[in-house]
Every structure is written in C-alpha cells, then in structure tokens.
C-alpha cells in the first residue's frame, strides 16, 4: 500500500535554492548595466562650428531652399505634469537644395501684441548618433519644448523661423 521513497528518490531542492539567487543577482546586473549605458549618456555638446547665419553669402544663397514647411508648422500652449504652462513647438524642415544639412538652428520668439517678449535659438538638427542629417531634397521633424516662460507674457502669439544651417562634410 505505502511505498517507501528512499533518499535517492527525492528531487534535489537544495541545489535549486541554490541557483536561483544567482540567476536572480546575475539578470539584475544585466538589466542594471542595460539601463546605465543605455539611457545615461552623457551629453557633452561642443560648440558648433562653421553654421551659416544671416549676413553670410552662404546662407542668402542657400535659405531659400530650406524651410520649416507651413502644413506641418505647429504651435501649441500646453501644461507639464506639474502643471506649468509650456509652448511646444514642432514642424518639418524641407531641405530643397543640393547639400546635406547636419545642423539646422531654429529661432523661437514669443509675442505680445507683435511686440517681441522672449526669444532663443535652439538646434533640433545636430550631429547625434540618433539624429540624421537632412540629406538633398530630404525632410526631417523635429519638436522643441519651451518650459520657462516669462512671466510678461500674455500667451499672444509665438512664431518660428529658420536662424541657422551648416553643410555637412
């Protein structure tokens, strides 16, 4: 009726125990080193050099092929999580000429009553391994987000232009 187990019978729990603390600290380490060199890159943006900006020959040449196209050209108050108000801008730059853009800069300016409040130049298009250049006859997005907005102005009007190229080399 009953049968006697011997010992050599019985699954090995001991050496389970065993293993699966180690497994456990190995994945956390695997996960642990993911997420370091994965998502901690440290930004060390150098200056950029040789961007065109309006009085160069270069730039008057070549600005009329690039531009922020106008369907796409969006402008939009909105709030952060921690419910300040914030302006995001977005849009997509159409580089209509014959060189490669790896650098576009953007000038940001808000209005009250057509009367500039705040302004700054921010670069969406940079030399990044995740970001691309803008190649002949190509297009790219971009989005930028203002958080810190002065306190004068009255959420009138916000505007943006193209400030600034380099070609690539």
Known sequence: MFEQIRETDKPNRGLLWKVIPVAVVVFG???????????????HSAPLTGVLRKG????????????IDHQSQ??????????DRIVMFSGVINNGGEKTL????????????EKPVWETVRTPIRP???????????????????ETLPEAWNAGQAEMWIEGFRFAQ
Do not use: H, M
Request: glycine share 8%; charged share 20%; no cysteine.
């Open 128 to 146: 990044d391994p995740r970001i691309t250049s803008i190649p002949p006859l190509g297009r790219r997005s971009f989005a930028l987000y203002v």
């Open 102 to 113: 790896d650098v576009v800069e953007v000038k940001l300016v808000l209005f009250n009553y």
């Open 29 to 43: 380490i695997i996960i642990g080193l993911f997420i370091y060199f994965g998502f901690n890159k440290e930004t």
């Open 56 to 67: 160069d020959p270069n730039f008057e040449w070549y600005k009329k092929y690039i531009s």
């Open 74 to 83: 969006k402008i939009q108050l909105g709030t952060n999580y921690a419910g």
